[in-house]
């Protein structure tokens, strides 16, 4: 993976530190396939741009119609969304030290009203084109400059676009041993927990940095109900461990 004079962030679950999966320095996420995945800014202002580039396993042949699919979802710490993620196929790289947007026009383009706004889930892009064959790269990104990329505030995130990640505290393991449901989510002033536990087990959100927000202990239930008219509006981590067991399951809320 290259792109045009910053490097793309890499995140993988065997990474400790700020590029981790799920917790890392943009937010909790987890891969949506294996136990990794890229990051990269579309708009950071002054031009700025990242892409993700990838050379093929096979050139593209002439004539044959392809199908490119791939999935996003807007890290935690972004206050903006973007939707016309382009998709550029090339003979050669296009890997530039140059980091405004590269002078290319992309095969694939998604419509620029097609916000990308799930911070829970992996949203599925798809596209389809026509290769005139000899392509033997594929590169992701936001190709048009800044006064033709539109944006959408969403709720959440503290920055527009993450450039530097930052330390913190964090939470130090992330098993997800422990099944259950969380909705509505994203929650306004309350939200219901619904698992299958028949045992004892304790309630604790947290901010992403690791703060712990709000615990409770609860007896064997299907249902807990959380009021969360007291949080900011934000990205937050539920968390349930089993007493007995120690099992722990956690997911991403959003407080709006």
């Known amino acids: ?47 700025q741009r990242k892409y993700l580039e990838v050379k093929l396993d096979s050139t593209l042949k002439s004539g044959k119609k392809y199908c490119v699919e791939y999935y996003v979802s807007l890290a935690d710490t972004v206050q903006e969304a973007f939707g016309a993620f382009g998709v550029y196929f090339s003979k050669d790289s296009v890997l530039s030290t140059d980091y405004h947007a590269l002078p290319v026009i992309p095969q694939v383009v998604m419509p620029d009203t097609d916000y990308i706004t799930d911070k829970i ?65 994203p929650a306004t002033t309350e939200v219901t927990i619904e698992t299958s536990i028949d045992k004892p087990y304790s309630i604790r959100i947290f901010s992403l940095l690791g703060e712990l927000i709000y615990s409770k202990e609860q007896l064997a239930s299907e249902k807990a109900d959380i009021e969360l008219t007291g949080l900011s509006k934000g990205v937050y981590v539920v968390e349930l461990i089993e007493t007995s067991s120690g099992l722990i399951g956690r997911k991403k809320i959003i407080v709006q």
Request: charged letters at 10%.
């Open 121 to 185: 889930n992996w949203t599925l892009i798809t596209g389809t084109c026509f290769a005139n064959g000899g392509k033997q790269f594929i590169t992701i990104g936001n190709f048009n400059n800044d006064a033709n990329t539109k944006l959408v505030k969403v709720p959440g995130g503290n920055e527009d676009y993450v450039t530097e990640c930052s330390s913190g505290q964090g939470i130090n393991e992330f098993t997800n041993n422990l099944q259950f449901n969380l909705y509505p989510n």
């Open 1 to 47: 993976m290259s792109n045009s004079g910053f490097s793309p962030d890499l995140y993988n679950a065997c990474n400790k530190n700020n590029l981790g999966v799920p917790k890392n320095c943009n937010g909790y996420q987890f891969a949506h396939t294996g136990v990794g995945y890229a990051g990269f800014y579309c708009e950071a202002g002054a031009e």
